[in-house]
């Protein structure tokens, strides 16, 4: 297992639910945490409770990325969390919200990764983290968009972790499911279902950083998940009519 403890990690979407529950677990664990979020004071909230710095950024901003990761620096972990949704047919979406999701989704954890990752490599050690979801390992109906950019996170972290073989530096992505965070009244569209029933961020946050520990290259979370996205990639037809049956 790799130790935590004096390790520096920067966490995104820090300020409520996933991001929040897991800069207080790495804090536990001995870890400077570096925060940043959109939420200033809910963010200043965690940093006190973690002994962590903040710093509020919208990474829906072209230039975000580029000023959380100066202001940051080195850092060995960086954990990317932030994350927006939108529900509803893709005809009936707006373009600036195609956009939003992209840029906060995609592009923002792509440049974050592509700044700190020289200094890992240099150091030889380190770890990315990217949170996606179960909606990036299977086709989600009226969340196209969204499942579209949590599946490339999945693509863009096996690509870098081939890149990084050998060099100290880990990669790992987190697939949680329904989890119970003010994510869908963010998005506009409460979750329609009974089950699954949503787990709570805390749960996310240990599978997290069980990742960075034991160096994990996928978690799901809860852990059943891992079936349907297995199942997705042998029999997809079959998944499809499940789906379509089932929702």
């Known amino acids: 297992m790799t130790s935590l403890a004096g390790s520096t990690a920067l966490v995104t979407g820090a300020s ?12 536990r664990r001995g870890t400077r945490v570096l925060l940043t979020g959109r939420d200033e004071a809910a963010l200043r909230r965690v940093a006190d409770a973690t002994g962590g710095n903040h710093l509020a950024a919208d990474l829906g901003d072209d230039d975000a990325a580029a000023r959380v990761a100066g202001w940051a620096g080195a850092v060995d972990v960086l954990v990317c969390n932030a994350g927006v949704g939108w529900a509803g047919p893709l005809v009936d979406m707006p373009t600036a919200d195609l956009d939003r999701l992209v840029t906060v989704n995609v592009l923002a954890p792509l440049r974050l990764a592509r700044a700190v990752l020289p200094g890992m490599v240099a150091r030889r050690r380190g770890h990315l983290v990217l949170v996606s979801s179960i909606a990036g390992c299977m086709g989600v109906g009226e969340e196209a968009v969204y499942a579209a950019t949590k599946a490339a996170l999945r693509t863009f972290a096996d690509s870098v972790r081939y890149e990084v073989a050998g060099s100290g530096v880990g990669v790992s992505v987190v697939v949680p499911g329904v989890v119970d965070t003010a994510f869908f009244d963010r998005r506009g569209t409460p979750y329609p279902r009974r089950r699954p029933r949503p787990v709570p961020p805390e749960e996310v946050a240990r599978a997290l950083v069980d990742a960075v520990e034991r160096d994990r290259a996928e978690v799901f979370v809860p852990r059943w998940l891992r079936l349907p996205a297995r199942l997705h990639g042998a029999v997809p037809g079959l998944v499809r009519t499940l789906q379509r049956h089932f929702g």
């Open 16 to 27: 409520s639910g996933i991001g929040a529950a897991t800069a207080t677990l790495l804090a």
